[in-house]
């Protein structure tokens, strides 16, 4: 005879973490609100209390989001784990190493987002022209790769 867990006690303990986890990010929304509705440096930046490297490491983290591993485990299956390495050491260190080192040049600056940074590093058309064609590439190449 069996001892195995019945299967719809299974789902129920996923169903139960499944909204435990919600419930804890509902709360940890709720409490912050607050502060966050303060401005847009508190609510992007946590009021500019934290280090730029630490803000580059959260911009890095969150550019790794939840497509990314189930990516990586469909492109290893049909290439290899080669492909799983490149991707890694492509987009997770080069934005982590990106982050770092360009984030504590943002935070000095006092800015928000890449095209800010555009809007003061480029003047006038040019840096239409850019954010356009950045835009561009993220929308229709980069996440279509």
Same mark, same amino acid.
Request: hydrophobic share 50%.
């Given at each position: 005879?069996?001892?195995? !867990? ?22 940890? =929304?709720?409490?912050?609100?607050? $502060? ?36 990586? @485990? ?9 492909? @799983?390495?490149? $991707? ?5 260190? =080069? ?8 984030? !504590? ?12 940074? $555009? ?24 996440? !279509?790769?």
């Amino acid at each position: 005879m069996s001892h195995d !867990v019945p299967q719809v006690a299974l789902q129920a303990i996923d169903y139960l973490l499944i909204g435990l986890y919600l419930s804890a990010l509902i709360g940890l =929304g709720l409490y912050y609100r607050k $502060y966050a509705q303060e401005d847009l440096e508190h609510f992007f930046l946590a009021g500019r209390r934290f280090p730029g490297w630490m803000s580059g490491t959260s911009y890095a983290v969150t550019c790794m989001n939840a497509d990314v591993a189930p990516a990586y @485990c469909g492109m290893t299956v049909i290439t290899g784990v080669y492909i @799983c390495w490149w $991707y890694i050491s492509r987009f997770g260190f =080069g934005l982590m190493i990106g982050a770092v080192l360009f984030a !504590v040049v943002w935070w000095r600056l006092k800015i928000f987002t890449s095209p800010e940074f $555009y809007e003061l590093r480029f003047a006038g058309c040019a840096a239409i022209t850019l954010r356009t064609w950045i835009s561009l590439r993220s929308a229709f190449i980069a996440v !279509v790769a």
